[in-house]
């Protein structure tokens, strides 16, 4: 006598389900669409941001916070010049004033780069919808912000050196210095994001060196060429907008809004630029083959778009 649904049963079959093995395409929910494993176009790059609900969240709810955070520190640092004039000492004398914010500034900044690592990682899965916001931890978030340091160092080796050596012996910008210099510029973002891209989606910082990252990029090609000076692109405009606030504001008005703004665009670019490495990624994922599943660090994913499910 055996008991209902037992194998032994001739009608066993009937209890008997096949569960299909889930692939690298199967780790999301049915309700998403994929990405094709083609190279991605540039103006659905820049649509990207705009189209899903915490993108938008994003560029619409932090960068007041930011704006908050970073304005009496730009003001500090281009009024008194601590490092480059006299007034130092009452730099130093307020410094500690500003620690608490400084700490808090770094906590929300390390926090937009969580999200941003989950929006390289979702493209790299081929997910056409923006990722969930990470949760609020601090054990995370300098975990993430070390992640993003380790890279900025790899790629500020291999051009910031050349770069600062050409800049220096410069008598005079013209065409071909500046050509060089933006060379060099783009060379280092290049680098920097495939390192990355590799510490993230492997889990480990350690992912993130020279042998890997030229490995990776020679494995891509030329293909890469486009995420690269869109990269170099969005790195020298944060780096021209930073110097303009320290040093080319003429009213302090004039400053608050200029602040505002360049925190909208700097989340927007980075924002085009992970999607933009993730996707190309997920075009050569059959030659790179970094991952099978989702990183732990970035689970959590979402059942849709928020406002147009797909």
Not at 272 to 278: H, I, S, Y
Request: charged fraction near 15%.
């Amino acid at each position: 006598m055996t008991r209902k649904g037992d194998w032994r049963e001739s009608d066993a079959s009937t209890f008997i389900r096949v569960v299909r093995r889930r692939s690298l395409d199967d780790d999301l929910a049915p309700s998403r669409w994929k990405h094709s494993r083609a190279m991605p176009g540039l103006w659905e790059c820049l649509a990207y941001p705009l189209v899903d609900g915490p993108g938008l969240g994003l560029l619409v709810l932090f960068p007041p916070a930011l704006w908050f955070l970073s304005l009496p520190v730009f003001d500090f640092i281009a009024v008194l010049e601590p490092l480059d004039k006299s007034d130092w000492a009452l730099g130093l004398l307020v410094a500690p004033v500003f620690t608490p914010m400084l700490f808090s500034f770094a906590m929300t900044f390390g926090y937009l780069l969580l999200f941003l690592g989950r929006v390289l990682v979702a493209s790299a899965m081929g997910e056409n919808d923006h990722p969930r916001w990470p949760e609020w931890s601090p054990a995370d978030i300098a975990e993430g912000i070390g992640r993003w340091i380790w890279a900025g160092l790899m790629g500020l080796g291999v051009g910031a050196p050349a770069a600062a050596l050409c800049w220096s012996r410069l008598d005079r910008i013209d065409w071909f210095s500046g050509s060089a210099v933006a060379v060099l510029i783009i060379l280092t973002a290049g680098f920097a994001q495939m390192g990355l891209a590799a510490s993230l989606m492997l889990e480990t910082i350690v992912a993130a060196n020279p042998v890997t990252v030229v490995r990776a990029i020679g494995r891509i090609g030329w293909a890469y060429l486009v995420p690269t000076i869109i990269a170099g692109v969005v790195t020298a405009a944060t780096g021209l907008g930073i110097y303009g606030l320290l040093f080319h504001m003429p009213t302090m008005w004039m400053e608050a809004l200029a602040l505002w703004g360049f925190w909208v665009l700097t989340l927007y670019g980075g924002m085009v630029v992970m999607r933009m490495m993730g996707l190309t990624y997920h075009a050569h994922a059959m030659e790179l083959f970094w991952f099978r599943r989702r990183p732990r660090w970035a689970s959590g994913n979402r059942p849709g778009r928020i406002y147009a499910n797909s």
